[in-house]
């Protein structure tokens, strides 16, 4: 018998100031602590956590 692979899905994370694309992507299984955040476009680095999709600021840039 020929196992399926399941597809797991995955979704951008969002910049939390400007609200574009970054250029990582979660999973359900990741788990992320005190993670440094840059932005491409905005040039801004975000102190985040991230568990199930959920994302919580811990540091926002200083303007």
């Not at 797991?8 to 910049?15: A, D, G, R, T, V």
């Not at 999973?27 to 568990?51: D, G, S, Y």
């Amino acid at each position: 018998m020929k196992q399926r692979k399941e597809r797991q899905k995955e979704k951008w994370i969002l910049c939390p100031v400007c609200n574009n694309k970054t250029r990582l992507k979660l999973r359900n299984n990741t788990v992320l602590k005190n993670f440094p955040l840059f932005c491409p476009k905005c040039r801004q680095e975000t102190l985040i956590n991230a568990e199930k999709w959920n994302i919580s600021i811990i540091k926002e840039p200083d303007a």
